[in-house]
């Protein structure tokens, strides 16, 4: 049973369009986050969504729209794609654990989405 | 400053040996954690290890060690053992607790390669 699901995996389009990326959570995490990675393979915080609640914006241009229709999805639309969009972009899951423990608060990674803007 | 320091962009093993990918880490939370993880060239994210603040032990989790060294901010990944298939990107992740979510930080990562 999947954990965090990203739709599409794949995804080649022109530069000027608009598309969106979906990502699912099972996990019943209240926290949910994009990363975008580069082709240097630099993993950078885009946004995270806290209880469907926007907590960080890392200055993501604002052609990128996050949605969280509700906890278990966070959704990304792309305005206006640009060439240097081109990346692989996750999403990811966590949950605090007030009591701590073992692996509190560990990232759950969908498998990636590769956007390629031509 | 950065908070999280991967000074390794990439290393080379002989299989067999183990090998040391170095992180540290900089924080004022005294609640953090630490995370490595593994990215293959099929892209996803592995998880590997983690360690937390306040663990006393060095964590491992099979041919994978950490190494913690709190006072000097160091955290860095022992694969004991290498293999071929250990040839990936690994990553070193901090979480820092911010009232009631958490804040995930990564390195640039290091390119193992492990040779025949």
């Known amino acids: 049973d999947t954990a965090v699901s990203q739709t599409p995996k794949y995804l080649v389009t022109q530069m000027g369009n608009d598309k969106s990326i979906k990502c699912e959570q099972n996990l019943g995490h209240d926290t949910m986050y994009w990363y975008k990675q580069d082709s240097k393979k630099f993993l950078k915080i885009m946004f995270s969504y806290n209880n469907k609640e926007l907590i960080i914006n890392e200055t993501v241009p604002n052609r990128f729209s996050p949605k969280s229709p509700d906890k278990a999805h966070l959704n990304l639309h792309i305005n206006s794609l640009e060439l240097g969009d081109s990346a692989v972009y996750f999403c990811?899951?966590?949950?605090?654990?007030?009591?701590?423990?073992?692996?509190?608060?560990?990232?759950?990674f969908g498998p990636g989405t590769r956007l390629t803007v031509t | 400053a950065q908070k999280i320091t991967q000074t390794q962009p990439g290393m080379f093993v002989q299989e067999k040996e183990a090998v040391t990918l170095d992180c540290t880490y900089d924080t004022s939370d005294p609640s953090y954690g630490l995370f490595w993880y593994k990215q293959p060239s099929s892209g996803e994210m592995i998880f590997l290890i983690y360690?937390?603040?306040?663990?006393?032990q060095n964590a491992t989790e099979g041919r994978y060690s950490l190494n913690f060294q709190k006072a000097r901010k160091s955290a860095n990944l022992v694969i004991s053992a290498s293999q071929l298939g250990d040839s990936a990107m690994y990553f070193c992740a901090m979480r820092e607790r911010l009232y009631n979510f958490n804040k995930f930080y990564f390195g640039s990562g290091t390119k193992l390669n492990v040779k025949p």
């Open positions: 360690q937390g603040s306040y663990d006393q």
């Open positions: 990811a899951s966590s949950q605090v654990i007030p009591s701590g423990g073992v692996r509190e608060g560990e990232q759950y």
